[in-house]
């Protein structure tokens, strides 16, 4: 009895070694799941992240759960973050594509804490609804209606998600949309606008055509990656 007692409790321990681990900068990573892809190392992924951004915009993640989760199937989504949690999927492409769910969502978590300096000047909404009233009228030419008050309306709506998925297709949008916006799903939203920027200003290292594309945007978030200028406003 003893000795399949003190087996049960090294698997025990073997097996939490495995499904959880702190990060450097004190993130706890859980599995709830294990990843259907053996080639990614997880470990070597959030060192990626921890490295490429600063860490004023990783305070306000505590922990990263792998796993499976309903609103992934509800919403179609592979991550989503909420009350200090990042959950992200364990169906992953590559370390790539983990990586990019990872900025993504961390783009999300902040919006919080840096709200007034993200969005309290405006300047990034009014970006966002002249480039709606251009594809609106864009989509017209192309014989696609909708309503002009779902291009006005800077919330996220699943019905316009749709239209713009659905009945489009973001293939013919990339298209369409070259030059206008950095990818189709930056237009579903003000909040996906910002984060899918926030996503491309921290995957490529080239900005000049983030730069071109959403000029009030990338130089908000020349600001945020700085804590010396966010010190400095007002």
Do not use: C
């Not at 951004?53 to 991550?79: Q, T, Y």
């Not at 300096?117 to 594809?135: A, C, N, P, T, V």
């Amino acid at each position: 009895m003893m000795l399949i007692n003190y087996i049960q409790r090294s698997q025990k321990r073997i097996t939490e070694a495995v499904s959880s681990f702190y990060t450097p900068t004190g993130i706890h990573v859980y599995f709830k799941d294990h990843l259907t892809n053996d080639e990614i190392d997880i470990e070597a992924v959030i060192s990626r992240v921890e490295e490429r951004l600063p860490a004023h915009l990783l305070s306000e993640v505590e922990m990263v759960i792998v796993g499976w989760f309903d609103e992934f199937e509800e919403r179609k989504l592979n991550a989503f973050y909420k009350d200090g949690t990042l959950y992200v999927s364990n169906i992953q492409d590559d370390e790539d594509d983990m990586y990019d769910d990872l900025i993504h969502e961390i783009a999300h978590s902040i919006e919080s804490a840096l709200g007034y300096e993200i969005y309290g000047d405006q300047k990034i909404k009014d970006e966002f609804l002249r480039k709606r009233k251009y594809l609106y009228d864009l989509l017209l030419s192309k014989g696609y209606r909708a309503p002009l008050s779902v291009f006005t309306n800077t919330e996220y709506d699943k019905e316009f998600d749709m239209f713009l998925y659905q009945k489009i297709g973001y293939d013919k949008l990339s298209d369409l949309m070259m030059g206008l916006f950095i990818t189709p799903y930056a237009a579903t939203s003000l909040r996906e606008y910002y984060a899918t920027g926030f996503t491309e200003f921290f995957l490529d290292s080239n900005h000049n055509f983030f730069r071109k594309v959403s000029p009030e945007l990338y130089k908000k978030l020349l600001l945020i990656q700085d804590p010396e200028k966010l010190d400095n406003i007002a």
